[in-house]
């Protein structure tokens, strides 16, 4: 299994410019979520799903999109990109319905200039 | 929703003492209760983890006690290794809603040779 993979490893955007945060898990989990990390703040949860077709905010979804049509993928959308969205991203996935252990992907460092 | 602190924010000790970091958290809600590791650049990972109906588990040399009335629990690493320098994050689930996931804003540790 190759668990929780995320792509990019590394992306530099523009103010304004939108883009996509692929991740994709090959365990069958049904619960998926998005964090990010920033200096000091620990992980703070974006969005979430429970399964395909379900998904909800976390702590922090200003400015981030999301949708779940398959079981293995959940891709982050940045709609309009902002200094402020500057961080390490990173996806996990829960074999259950959340209330588990969370499996990460090695995460995304976007800068945003 | 829950309120997590983690205590100490840095903490420093020479190889072979024993470490201690707290996590303390307001929804008595809570159920499970894990600590993760995370390596500098790498992603967090699961060292340990407890559920509400057990005081204490050990894994070799780390452990995780609970106190569920004074709503805190703790992870202790003995005997420490260069190699447990890292940052330590507490996420207190409550098992009620998927989205109410908070990690504590992390612990790092520093052991030296």
């Known amino acids: 299994n190759a668990g929780v993979t995320q792509t990019p490893k590394f992306q530099v955007l523009k103010t304004g410019q939108s883009m996509t945060l692929q991740c994709a898990q090959d365990?069958?989990?049904?619960?998926m979520s998005w964090y990010r990390q920033d200096p000091g703040m620990g992980l703070r949860l974006i969005h979430y799903?429970?399964?395909?077709?379900?998904?909800d905010q976390g702590e922090v979804p200003n400015g981030y999109n999301v949708s779940r049509s398959t079981t293995e993928d959940f891709p982050l959308r940045l709609l309009s990109a902002a200094p402020s969205q500057t961080s390490v991203y990173f996806c996990a996935s829960e074999p259950g319905q959340g209330f588990g252990e969370q499996f990460f992907g090695p995460g995304t460092r976007l800068t945003v200039l | 929703g829950e309120n997590v602190e983690q205590h100490p924010s840095t903490l420093s000790v020479q190889e072979g003492d024993s470490a201690v970091i707290k996590c303390t958290y307001s929804?008595?809600?809570?159920?499970?209760f894990p600590w993760y590791k995370q390596e500098l650049g790498k992603r967090p990972q699961l060292i340990i983890d407890?559920?509400?109906?057990?005081g204490e588990k050990k894994d070799q040399r780390i452990a995780v006690t609970l106190n569920k009335t004074a709503k805190h629990f703790s992870l202790h690493i003995t005997e420490t290794q260069p190699e447990d320098s890292a940052v330590y994050f507490c996420?207190?689930?409550?098992?009620?809603?998927?989205?109410?996931?908070?990690f504590g804003k992390g612990t790092k540790l520093s052991v030296k040779p």
């Open positions: 996420a207190p689930n409550y098992g009620g809603s998927q989205g109410n996931l908070i």
């Open positions: 799903s429970v399964g395909a077709g379900i998904t």
């Open positions: 929804d008595s809600a809570s159920n499970y």
């Open positions: 407890i559920r509400s109906n057990v």
């Open positions: 365990m069958n989990h049904e619960y």
